[in-house]
Nanobody, 117 residues
Framework: EVQLVESGGGLVQVGNSLRLSCAAS????????MGWFRQVAEQGREFVAA??????TYADSVKERFTISRNIAANTVYLQMNSLKPEATAVYYC????????????WGQGTQVTVSS
């Protein structure tokens, strides 16, 4: 059974940092591209960052402030979020795109991040 379990969300003040974690199981984590997305209520899901075995990519809105990383041994992907802004408030989802897949196939349940001003 595939599982993606996010953790680390919460309430944080503007300018502070937060680290999200996503524990993966049930698929080949090491060869999959892992991504973070976010969604504000009644809006579409927005790409935040992704990491493959080759490189990491980021949305322009989070470059230089967010860092995605992975621990292969722990089957975990992280999203370090620094200098948080109120517009970062959203539900953050972890997703996996297995090698060879054209799109993200597996999704976590999401974790709420709220940035207060």
């Amino acid at each position: 059974e595939v599982q993606l379990v996010e953790s680390g969300g919460g309430l944080v003040q503007v300018g502070n940092s937060l680290r999200l974690s996503c524990a993966a199981s049930g698929f080949t984590f090491s060869s999959s591209t892992m991504g973070w997305f976010r969604q504000v209520a009644e809006q579409g899901r927005e790409f935040v960052a992704a990491i493959s075995w080759l490189s990491a990519t980021y949305a322009d809105s989070v470059k230089e402030r967010f860092t995605i990383s992975r621990n292969i041994a722990a089957n975990t992907v992280y999203l370090q979020m620094n200098s948080l802004k109120p517009e970062a408030t959203a539900v953050y989802y972890c997703a996996a795109r297995p090698r060879g897949a054209s799109d993200y196939e597996y999704w976590g349940q999401g974790t709420q991040v709220t940035v207060s001003s």
